[in-house]
Structures are given as C-alpha cells and as structure tokens.
C-alpha cells in the first residue's frame, strides 16, 4: 500500500480477528440502529483506526459481512456489495490518510461519505427509496460516528500505541 510492502504479521492477524469481533459485536448488540433508513451505526466508531494500519480494512470488512448477517435485508447486498464497499472505503481511507500523517480524522471522513452514498444506493435497489431520502441523514450520521472514533483514537494514542 502506497509504496509499503503487503506483510500480513502475527500481530496484524491478531488487530484483524479484533477488529472484526469488535465491529460485528457492536452491530449485533445495537442491531435496532444499525440497520433500516435511518441508521446510526456505532460500531463505525473504530473504523478510523484504519488510518494506521490499512490490515483493518480486512477486519472492517470481516465484520461487516458478520454484522449483516443480522440485518433484515440479508442478501447479495449486505453480504456481497456492502463489505466490498467497505473494504474499498477502508482502502482509500487509509491511502488518503497517509498523505496528512495518517490521521484518524481522515480516514473517518473518506469511509464516511464512501459507506453513505453505497447503504443510500443499497436501500434504493432493496426498498425503492429515492437516494436523496436516505443520503442526507445517512451522511450525518456517518461523519458523527467518524468523528467520535477519530476523537477517541487520538486520545488512545497519547498513552499507547496500539497498532
């Protein structure tokens, strides 16, 4: 990624199994937020974390796919589309991220306003709701959560390292 050598350590495989339990865990356990039109989906708090090791977009990507598998539109978009856009999100977060110190706040915006705007097309082909019915509050909702995991990694960071 951007330059660095593509080694998956021990460690990495470690922040990945966590990530990923984190993530689904956290959907699960707050499923009546996390799904349906007007979502708030917590679990997004971690999802900055991925500015500093771009092996958390594995785990994102893991946990989303387990997270939906809770969700009452499980299917080929939840289960397919969704992680694939993830993933992908989770990718350019961190690449962009990488540009400006890996900042958490980066990386949060990019998956933010990638996740939106793929859940407001996911709810338009399962439900056909108009994407500018879902986007605005989707969005809103995406860039809090961003912005309270960036908030809390970087306070994180001022007394361990964890990545």
Do not use: H
Request: aromatic share 14%.
């Amino acid at each position: 990624m951007g330059g660095k050598q593509l080694k998956i350590t021990s460690k990495d495989l470690s922040l990945i199994a966590i990530f990923a339990s984190l993530y689904a865990v956290l959907v699960y356990l707050l499923a009546p937020i996390s799904f349906y039109v007007l979502q708030f989906r917590v679990a997004g708090i971690i999802r900055p974390a991925i500015a500093k090791k771009w092996v958390l977009a594995i785990g994102y990507t893991i946990g989303v796919v387990v997270g939906n598998l809770f969700s009452p539109f499980v299917g080929i978009y939840e289960l397919l589309f969704m992680p694939i856009m993830s993933f992908i999100a989770g990718i350019i977060g961190y690449i962009l991220a990488t540009k400006f110190n890996n900042n958490y706040l980066v990386t949060g915006i990019v998956i933010a306003t990638i996740i939106p705007l793929s859940v407001s097309w996911m709810l338009n082909q399962v439900l056909s709701i108009p994407l500018l019915a879902t986007l605005p509050y989707l969005f809103i909702s995406e860039q809090i959560v961003c912005f309270l995991g960036s908030t809390i990694f970087k306070a994180i960071e001022k007394r361990y390292v964890w990545w």
